[in-house]
């Protein structure tokens, strides 16, 4: 069973203009969220993180994501997009079965001059 | 630096050759992670150990083993190698439901 999907593998942007990208989970139990970034050539680093605290969760580089239990939904947003941020975003909930993650297939931004 | 080490960054070699990739995961972090990630299928997790245990096994291949030493070192071995291992592979480490902390991978070429 797919525990994340995340919708759109690839999203364009105007620089300046929102980024949303999004994120879907299915668990039963309260899960761990996460973002990733990955830049090209380089490892996936942590963006932000929801661990059952303040559902805003905010993150580095001025992008946030929020927590939604009804919609089953995580999705990340940074209100003006940098030409900085093209990057592959993953998302990856952690249900604490074994400490098992699982990610998404991941989102391709790209930022538009 | 997320304080995961991987080696070597670059391998090049040929087909039916066997490779060892080698991670040291952050101080402390108990749990080992390793994923592989190419074009077309993106970042397929393979193999997970926790205090030199197996615990988890994703989409790894029976050419593909891995193991945790009692430093908590870990070492994927991929043999029999074929074009299609061509990838970029990842160790991440943790502690229990803590985030993930990725090296800065392996680039498998096979010619």
């Known amino acids: 069973a797919q525990s994340v999907t995340q919708l759109g593998s690839h999203v364009s942007v105007s620089e300046g203009a929102l980024v949303l990208l999004r994120c879907n989970y299915s668990?039963?139990?309260?899960?761990?969220l996460f973002w990733y970034v990955q830049y090209p050539n380089q490892g996936l680093q942590l963006l932000l993180k929801?661990?059952?605290?303040?559902?805003l969760v905010k993150g580095i580089n001025g992008f946030e994501a929020e927590f939604k239990k009804s919609e089953t939904s995580f999705h990340l947003t940074k209100p003006s997009a940098h030409m900085s941020d093209a990057a592959e975003y993953f998302c990856?909930?952690?249900?604490?079965?074994?400490?098992?993650?699982?990610f998404g297939t991941g989102t391709s931004l790209t930022v538009i001059p | 630096d997320s304080g995961v080490t991987q080696t070597p960054k670059h391998l090049i070699t040929a087909t039916g050759q066997r490779v060892t990739l080698r991670c040291s995961p952050r101080s402390g972090d108990l749990s080992v992670y390793w994923y592989q990630q190419s074009l077309d299928q993106g970042l397929q997790f393979l193999i997970q150990y926790y205090n030199g245990e197996e615990r988890a096994k994703g989409n790894i291949l029976e050419r593909f083993s891995a193991q945790q030493f009692p430093d908590l070192h870990s070492e994927l071995n991929l043999s029999s190698l074929e074009l299609g291992d061509s990838a970029l592979y990842f160790c991440a480490s943790s502690v229990a439901r803590g985030e993930l902390f990725f090296g800065e991978g392996s680039r498998l070429t096979v010619l």
């Open positions: 990856a909930v952690n249900l604490n079965t074994g400490n098992q993650f699982y």
């Open positions: 668990s039963s139990v309260p899960p761990y």
């Open positions: 929801y661990t059952s605290a303040a559902t």
